[in-house]
């Protein structure tokens, strides 16, 4: 399947002002000097759930979601190893905002198994500002990929879908909306269609108790016509090695990071300006209390722990990149479910026991720490780390390497 998008559908508007960024050092240099931006307004963005329409337009404008476009089509072909470090940088200022941009990231990827003309149209389009969305997962779906009900029907001049999807982070926000959709032969495509396609419903459901300005609603699709300029074969990915799932992966540990970052250094601060000493400890400062030090301690431990395994995790993803076989596609998969045990591990203790360290006070909803917990809570839940120990222990022990298309 070839040819461009259908020229009726090319009417977005680039976003005025967009940055190109050229190197890695520039795209953690821009997410570090939005991360300052969105830190401000974070805490009450989630207690009015404010959702971040201006914050999403700052991302595309200062050129981190045109940094996946490979070089020879303009871009910078940002490295996993950049985006572990733009991902974590993000979620500590804001961990919905860090969430948002995930599938953006991920559905990119998708877009090399494209013909030549549709990856110039799509990544052009990135390199402008425009951003993916999604529409992947279904509520009632407990089979994977195999068992998606959204199917492609052969209509007059192109193809319908129709569907349902649920957790859809980013498609309210995105230009384009990525609609995962099964053929007559059960084979995954990726439609890859304007949000303002006819037929094409997203809503605003989202009622998690924590991310709660990521949007990730519902989308309905009723007789949505695509042709096959619009299609990309998702299925080629899974008939040869590639760290497609792995790519997608790593931004969901180093999220989970920045959390756990934001919710220490909340602690830590709140210890040092607010904290009253508990009157039995004997100390005039909470501070100087060796069992507040001992926790302090141990939470950083564990953070530090995490960003070594998301570091290395990420060093793999690229060398996979590089040169996708099938052992160093799986070092980059274990490499990244690694991480994310570590990350998930280290946000759970840190924003759970932050309460602990710094006391009563600091559950006041003026203050909305909650929100880490929150936020690692529901995000922690986004796929069963459980299976990701499964898949490592199984393969050390027996050998057993994990199922293709496996989220690990």
Not at 74 to 95: K, Q
Not at 227 to 254: C, D, K, Y
Request: aromatic share 8%.
């Amino acid at each position: 399947m070839s040819c461009v998008p259908n020229e009726a559908r090319d009417a977005q508007t680039p976003l005025p002002g967009v940055r190109i960024l050229r190197s890695d050092h520039e795209a953690i240099e821009e997410a570090t000097r939005l991360a300052t931006v969105f830190r401000t307004g974070a805490a009450e963005r989630d207690r009015k759930r404010i959702l971040p329409y201006r914050e999403m337009e700052l991302l595309s404008q200062g050129g981190l979601t045109g940094s996946v476009v490979p070089r020879k089509y303009g871009g910078m072909g940002i490295s996993a190893v950049a985006v572990a470090e733009v991902f974590r940088i993000l979620a500590a200022a804001d961990g919905s905002l860090g969430q948002i941009p995930q599938n953006h990231f991920s559905f990119s990827f998708d877009l090399g198994e494209g013909s030549l003309e549709q990856q110039a149209f799509y990544y052009g389009r990135l390199l402008q500002g425009e951003r993916l969305g999604n529409a992947l997962s279904e509520a009632d779906n407990v089979k994977g990929m195999k068992g998606l009900k959204t199917r492609l029907t052969r209509t007059s001049g192109g193809y319908l879908i129709n569907g349902a999807k649920a957790y859809c982070t980013g498609a309210l926000f995105a230009h384009w909306v990525p609609i995962a959709a099964l053929d007559e032969q059960d084979r995954l495509w990726m439609a890859y269609v304007p949000k303002d396609s006819p037929g094409l419903t997203i809503e605003d459901d989202w009622s998690g108790m924590g991310q709660r300005t990521t949007a990730s609603g519902t989308v309905t699709i009723e007789n949505v016509f695509v042709t096959e300029r619009e299609l990309i074969p998702r299925f080629r990915l899974f008939e040869r090695p590639n760290v497609r799932g792995s790519w997608g992966q790593l931004p969901h540990a180093a999220i989970d990071v920045g959390i756990a970052e934001e919710a220490l250094a909340d602690a830590i601060h709140y210890i040092r300006t607010r904290a009253r000493p508990w009157f039995a400890a004997g100390y005039a400062q909470h501070s100087q209390e060796p069992l507040i030090i001992q926790k302090i301690g141990e939470f950083q431990y564990e953070l530090d722990a995490a960003r070594l395994f998301l570091r290395r995790a990420a060093e793999l993803v690229d060398i996979g990149r590089a040169d996708p076989t099938e052992e160093s596609v799986l070092a980059a998969s274990f490499g990244v479910a690694e991480a994310r045990i570590a990350a998930d591990r280290a946000a759970l203790l840190i924003t759970n026991g932050l309460f602990e360290v710094c006391g009563t006070k600091s559950t006041f909803a003026e203050l909305n720490l909650d929100r880490h917990w929150r936020n690692a809570r529901t995000h922690t839940l986004h796929d069963p780390i459980r299976w990701k120990t499964q898949f490592l222990g199984n393969y050390h022990l027996n050998g057993a390497r994990p199922p293709i298309g496996a989220l690990i």
